[in-house]
């Protein structure tokens, strides 16, 4: 049942088909970067879209979705959602400022103790889900409003303030260039890239660990069975909710990871919720192929569909187009990709079996 899903997903096929490419949930999601990809560079190429920089501008947005991106896929392939990290990225840059600039703690201390929280939040979101039975998204709904609420208050209380600097002399040079940094590459008078955050790395590193995990390692397949059938999953002796759990403190701690960059890359944070990075992160799923319904998905596709989502973002602004006009053009998108996600996968297969008959 599983592994047939699971390794059609991932596993390498000799030659190449167009069937084969729509039967795979990333086929959508690379068609779709392409067509966005083309559009912009064409309506762009005079404001340079095809720049390092205008490269730069939106694989830093991709990469700052993306960290949340690929485990908000995990949870949704699992047939579950975490919408709480709209008020765990700013929770975790509140906290690794207020611990390292407020009270001096060194920065690698306040690096931990932030993942900690964040683990501790993501435990909490998973055992409230596995014991009480309640939907996920209805938890998580719940821990989105509390963390953001206990953000808010903690910061007015410890230090008067929702906004928190983080000052260079409360950081180190490490520290910088993991997490909070621009790169630049040359080879003579050719730059491969320009003002590329630390996090773009991040997220392809995280993307690189987590393709591995899903679709190379065997724990890959207990997350496409508990999207598919939780009882066959839990008869199989797969520890169905020690995964969960698992599932949403390795979201939480993405958000927070994608927090800490931010925050060390612009040396402030604050206590605004970002319900705008729920929305991203789920749309940048979706987009990448993963089905609602669950059991179905691939890292590669949430990456494409991150990329996807980030042109779109940020690509609109090399153009004589309304900015305004990028969220109309994501909606679409997202209908889009929605009604075809399935669609084409079914179609695909069941035109293989009628040209096998």
Not at 62 to 80: D, K, N, Q, R, Y
Not at 123 to 134: A, D, E, M
Not at 328 to 343: E, K, P, S, W
């Amino acid at each position: 049942m599983t592994d047939s899903t699971t390794r059609g997903t991932s596993s390498n096929r000799s030659g190449f088909s167009v069937l084969g490419l729509f039967r795979r949930p990333e086929g959508g999601a690379l068609i779709g970067l392409l067509l966005v990809f083309v559009f912009f560079s064409y309506f762009g190429w005079d404001r340079n879209f095809l720049s390092a920089l205008g490269a730069a501008s939106w694989l830093n947005f991709a990469s700052t979705v993306g960290i949340i991106a690929i485990p908000i896929a995990f949870l949704m392939i699992a047939g579950e959602l975490d919408i709480s990290v709209g008020a765990m990225v700013p929770a975790a840059k509140i906290s690794v400022a207020i611990a390292a600039d407020f009270f001096g703690l060194n920065i690698w201390l306040a690096i931990g103790i932030t993942l900690a929280i964040a683990a501790a939040v993501g435990w909490i979101n998973g055992i409230l889900v596995v014991r009480t039975k309640v939907p996920s998204l209805i938890v998580t709904l719940a821990t989105l409003f509390a963390v953001g609420g206990m953000t808010l208050f903690l910061s007015l209380y410890l230090t008067d303030t929702t906004q928190q600097a983080l000052r260079d002399e409360s950081t180190d040079a490490v520290a910088e260039f993991v997490f909070g940094t621009y790169h630049t590459l040359k080879l003579g008078d050719l730059t491969l890239w320009q003002g590329l955050q630390s996090s773009v790395f991040i997220w392809i590193a995280m993307a690189a660990a987590c393709y591995y995990f899903l679709h190379v390692s065997p724990w890959g397949n207990w997350v496409f069975a508990l999207g598919g059938d939780k009882e066959s999953a839990r008869n199989a002796g797969i520890p169905i909710n020690k995964l969960k759990i698992g599932l949403f403190m390795l979201t939480a701690m993405a958000a927070a990871v994608s927090g800490i960059s931010e925050t060390v890359l612009s040396n402030s944070a604050s206590t605004t919720t970002q319900f705008t990075m729920i929305f991203n992160t789920i749309i940048a799923v979706v987009v990448g192929g993963v089905l609602l319904t669950g059991g179905f998905g691939t890292v590669i596709g949430v990456f494409l569909g991150t990329a996807t989502l980030a042109i779109v973002q940020q690509g609109i602004n090399y153009t004589s187009f309304d900015r305004n006009l990028s969220n109309l053009i994501i909606g679409v998108m997202l209908l889009i990709a929605v009604l075809t996600n399935d669609t084409f996968r079914i179609m695909a297969t069941n035109w293989s079996s009628a040209k096998k008959n």
